[in-house]
């Protein structure tokens, strides 16, 4: 499975945007979908995720903000932003694992796209 993420910018604080990831190779909708973000100096913490089923998760830093969803057409993820703060402002890695046994474990997931980074301006 390969993953392209896209999306990132610099966008004001309060603003949106909307980051993708398309998936090449495997069954996408038997995929679990998960984004991630890591700071620099820091360990990659889970943002959001999206099961087989359609069900999602997210961090308590981003729930009610942050919107996970999936076209199984398009083969792609996507990760609506709103209200975006100034410590949003991180690469942003989309990821994807056939068996998931713990949704927000970094390690949990084997496939991972390239990053996008997510600037937001005070």
């Known amino acids: 499975v390969q993953l392209q993420a896209s999306g990132g910018g610099l966008v004001q604080a309060g603003g949106s945007l909307r980051l993708s990831c398309a998936a090449s190779?495997?069954?996408?909708?038997?995929?679990?979908m998960g984004w991630f973000r890591q700071a620099p100096g820091k360990e990659r913490e889970f943002v959001a995720t999206?099961?087989?089923?359609?069900?999602?998760a997210y961090a308590d830093a981003v729930k009610g903000r942050f919107t996970i969803s999936r076209d199984n057409d398009k083969k792609t993820v996507y990760l609506q932003m709103n209200s975006l703060r100034p410590e949003d402002t991180v690469v942003y890695y989309c990821?994807?694992?056939?068996?998931?046994?713990?949704?927000?474990?970094?390690?949990?997931?084997?496939?991972w796209g390239q990053g996008t980074q997510v600037t937001v301006s005070s």
């Open positions: 190779g495997g069954t996408f909708s038997r995929l679990f």
């Open positions: 990821a994807a694992e056939p068996v998931i046994y713990s949704v927000e474990t970094v390690s949990d997931y084997r496939y």
């Open positions: 999206i099961s087989r089923s359609f069900s999602t």
